[in-house]
């Protein structure tokens, strides 16, 4: 945390689990403080990712593979962003914020599987079985909530034509 402070200038967030009940859209806010400083300080993301995996061997936790996603994403490396995203949804499968992280990820590597976690992040986080999350696996997941007509366009268009 000192050297997080260190290197970025402000305090580094706690990384709470981000319950879909809670209905916050998002509640960590560690990449806007990176994003903010990668912008404003060249140089910042070279060091933000060596410092990074030094953190990471230290301790492998949901928090500095968030960092190490953060870091990927920032350098437009959003495979190497997206593999990150995926082993915070190992560790924490019930935190939104590892899922929406994933979905841009994703969506700007030009996988069509970002916005389908989007518009979908609730039935795909009760569906989740748990383990190592792969591409692999949330392809079955999107393919499961498509079949089983669960999916955002299914769900809108019914809500929609029952209302009054």
Same mark, same amino acid.
């Given at each position: 945390?000192?050297? %997080? @402070?260190?290197?970025?200038? @402000?305090?580094?967030?706690?990384? #709470?689990?981000?319950? $879909? ?9 560690? %990449? ?21 995996? $030094?953190?990471?061997? +230290? ?18 490396? %959003?495979? +190497? @962003? ?7 949804? =190992? ?35 009760? +569906? !989740? ?7 692999? #696996?949330?392809? +079955? ?10 999916? !955002? ?5 019914? !809500?929609?034509? =029952? =209302?009054?």
């Amino acid at each position: 945390a000192r050297q %997080f @402070a260190d290197l970025v200038g @402000a305090v580094l967030p706690v990384r #709470v689990t981000n319950e $879909v009940a809670n209905r916050c859209e998002r509640a960590d806010l560690t %990449f806007a403080l990176l994003a903010d400083r990668a912008f404003d300080e060249e140089g910042f993301v070279a060091r933000l990712t060596r410092q990074a995996v $030094v953190w990471q061997r +230290r301790c492998d936790c949901e928090t500095t593979r968030a960092l190490l996603g953060y870091a990927a994403y920032l350098r437009r490396d %959003f495979g +190497r @962003a997206a593999t990150c995203f995926m082993t915070c949804i =190992s560790l924490n499968s019930r935190n939104l914020d590892n899922w929406i992280d994933l979905a841009f990820a994703c969506n700007h590597a030009g996988n069509p599987l970002g916005r389908r976690i989007l518009f979908d992040f609730e039935e795909f986080i009760a +569906r !989740y079985p748990g383990g190592m999350c792969s591409l692999g #696996v949330v392809e +079955r997941l999107a393919a499961e909530i498509e079949a089983d007509s669960m999916s !955002y366009r299914h769900v809108w268009a019914d !809500y929609v034509c =029952s =209302s009054p």
